[in-house]
């Protein structure tokens, strides 16, 4: 990070801006120099009882360059009417940051349908709808050569996902496929934008925010994983967050981050592990059998949970 304000003139969307990691995130980027539209509905964990003055108080403590927009952005109009109003206030659209979400946890025997789609609309197609209202403007922006006569080949799409979404917690099936579903948008986004020279991102944070507050240990190792988790500040993520903003990390795209207090990973995608090919036409049962267990089964993702998986002490 460079002394002078590395996102001078640049124009962010965060939602659920107003409260946690989000909040850390408004603050880190308006103090590089950006302007911010904190996206918050004010709703509780699980997505109820909106408070609108949550984000206008929020919004006015960071200054001029923040405004709130306090609408439900599991909304496809809110989406819409959140650019606008980013073009209307400051300007433009540079930045989108997808922060907002809810959790409704429970056991997949137990799930109920409303719950999930609770989950999925908020966690899941809130995001599509930003980036896809965005991405649009972000598009004109560039044929219009926005911040200057040259094409305007800027812009930076960061999704906030969590390892629930690729390595799992018990009980948390809509949450995890969001989140899942999420880092697919991140890298179609990535692919899609990349002759725009938009960036698209994923960070999955570690931070003590009201929702690592509110876990109830039902065992010593969750009593610890909550211990060390109420130890972590979240303005790490909300710097790693501001850097892939930054004009530095303008080749940076398709990838995902963790952050976990100072330590800082890269976590690796999908690709094949081994491959086997069937003698003659196809498989048999038998032939199946063998190969999987001989060829696959040696290189098999372990059934570790996130709390299992980061069960060490985090950097402060
Ligand atoms: N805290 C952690 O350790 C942790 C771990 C993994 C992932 N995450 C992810 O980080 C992000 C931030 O989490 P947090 O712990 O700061 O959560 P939080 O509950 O403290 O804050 C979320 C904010 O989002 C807002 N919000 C939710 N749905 C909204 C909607 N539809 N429209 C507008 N605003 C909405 C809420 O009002 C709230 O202010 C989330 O995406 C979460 O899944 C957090």
Known sequence: MTDSPALEGR???VTGGARGIGSAISEMLTAEGASVIVADSGVDIAGNDPDPSVAKAFASGLGERAAAYTEDMGVSAAAVQAVEMAVDTFGGIDIVVNNAAI????FVFKGSPDDWDAVIRNNLSGPFYLVAAATAVMREQARAGRG???AYTWGRLINLVSTAGFIGNYGQAPYAAAKGGLISL???AALDMARTGVTSNAVAPFARTRVTEIIQPANDEQEIYKERALKVDPQHVARMTAWLCTDGAQDVTGQIFGVRGRETMLFSQARPVVTAIADGDTW??????DTVNTHFRDHFADMRTDLEVFNTDPAL
Do not use: H, S, Y
């Open 103 to 106: 959790l409704r946890d429970a």
């Open 284 to 289: 048999t049962m038998d032939t199946l059998t």
């Open 148 to 150: 200057g006569g040259d």
């Open 186 to 188: 991140m890298r179609i």
């Open 11 to 13: 124009v962010a969307i």
